[in-house]
């Protein structure tokens, strides 16, 4: 089989598919010592050609209906890594494309943090992954790289300096800013008027706090999506908080990375997320303004109402360049030692350095670094294929990567 390219870019003329594809035109041109064979893929030449002429540079257009069986495996067997930015939402569009990377052995990134997805690709397709070496990951940008990956170090540094796995792990997601897409937007709506016939959905529900764990995963002490939606004051982290939007969405990720490592975090450890403020007034006001948006998306006619005033982005619309630009996070992960141990602490942090916003700029970043990961060092990453995380398939390579993009990863002294 001729793998012609290293990385293909599958949906590129998408809003983050487009910061995808400017990231590697800007990071990797033809003169860079890491030369890369990438290529633009989607439905419509005349918009390629559109993303094509914003990169300053010359690279291949690939076009490909995603119901086009053919011409989708014909991509497949081409490239080394599909990296996939075709959703809104990714549950009716990605999963063949999984099935062709699983069939012949072709490696897989995307950015989605819809867990019926992570579960329907696990559940349909890791055996087969791992008859055909293929790696499938799924949220590789902001979901779930800075949890899955802070969790990892912090956890291994436990190891490493007290010999000891950890009874808790919690992530603190502190300063940030940023925006969000209406291609985002658009995917939360679907899957809250989702049926249950939505493939993974089910499964999903039923697992509860564990909802990505692999089939002969034991579970754990944690209870409901949050992990820790107590307003209040943290005494591990020191700080005041606030329940974290994306907490449930990242928090299964890491557990599942803890599952498939053979619980080398911790057989009884337990996880969660929260935002770090900085008084308790700032907790109370995070926590009101998160319901009212959760209520106002839910609620269809509030919803239509805020579409119609453009006080939400619709698909296609998202943060502008600047806001991109000027946009950063930082993230703590502290992992408290097992039971016994609880006086052991190590910490790590996952920090956009000059990435820029997360949900956009630095999303597009994490996905191509976790792409590259598997195109230019295969030999470095977990050996069996799979569907996997980023921190089990890719682990200190996407460290390292993440750093020399110009991030700021690493195990805290």
């Not at 039923?206 to 307003?231: E, M, W």
Request: with cysteine; net charge neutral; proline share 5%.
């Amino acid at each position: 089989m001729t793998r012609v390219h290293d990385v293909v870019i599958l949906g590129a003329t998408g809003f983050t598919g487009k910061l995808a594809a400017q990231y590697m035109a800007r990071a990797y041109p033809p003169s860079s010592a890491t030369p890369v064979r990438w290529a633009i893929a989607g439905r419509s030449a005349d918009k390629l050609r559109d993303v094509l002429g914003t990169l300053g540079t010359a690279v291949d257009i690939v076009v490909c209906d995603l119901s086009d069986n053919d011409a989708l495996e014909r991509l497949v067997k081409s490239t080394s890594v599909v990296a996939c930015y075709a959703g809104t939402p990714f549950i009716d569009k990605a999963l063949p494309v999984v099935e062709l990377c699983a069939r012949h052995g072709t490696h897989y990134v995307d950015i989605t943090g819809e867990l019926p997805m992570h579960r329907a690709s696990y559940d349909r397709y890791h055996d087969a992954c791992k008859a055909s070496g293929a790696l499938v990951l799924h949220g590789c940008g902001f979901d779930s790289v800075p949890s899955d990956i802070g969790a990892f170090l912090a956890a291994g540094a436990m190891r490493e300096r007290h010999d000891c796995g950890c009874s808790l792990i919690k992530m603190y997601y502190g300063k940030s800013s940023g925006g969000f897409s209406g291609g985002t937007l658009a995917t939360i709506i679907a899957l809250i008027n989702a049926d249950a016939s939505m493939p993974g959905g089910k499964e999903v529900k039923q697992r509860g706090a564990y909802a990505l764990d692999p089939v002969d995963g034991h579970g754990g002490p944690d209870t409901g999506s949050f992990g820790s939606p107590i307003v209040g004051y943290d005494r591990v982290g020191k700080t005041w908080v606030a329940p974290f939007v994306m907490a449930p969405t990242n928090a299964p990720v890491v557990r599942k990375s803890n599952a498939q490592l053979d619980y080398a975090y911790g057989r009884n450890m337990r996880y969660a997320e929260v935002m770090a403020l900085p008084s308790l007034f700032a907790a109370v006001a995070v926590a009101v303004g998160l319901a009212a948006v959760g209520f106002a998306i839910v609620v269809p006619p509030i919803r239509a109402l805020l579409f119609y005033a453009r006080l939400l982005p619709r698909p296609g619309e998202g943060p502008s360049k600047q806001q991109q630009d000027e946009g950063f996070f930082a993230s703590t992960a502290v992992a408290v030692g097992e039971r016994g141990k609880e006086q052991l602490v190590t910490k790590a942090h996952v920090n956009s350095g000059n990435a820029g916003d997360p949900g956009y700029k630095a999303t597009a970043l994490m996905s191509m670094e976790c792409a590259l990961c598997l195109a230019l060092q295969r030999d470095k990453c977990r050996a069996e294929g799979g569907v996997v995380t980023t921190a089990v398939g890719l682990g200190s390579v996407l460290v390292d990567r993440l750093n020399a993009a110009g991030m700021d990863v690493g195990v805290d002294k």
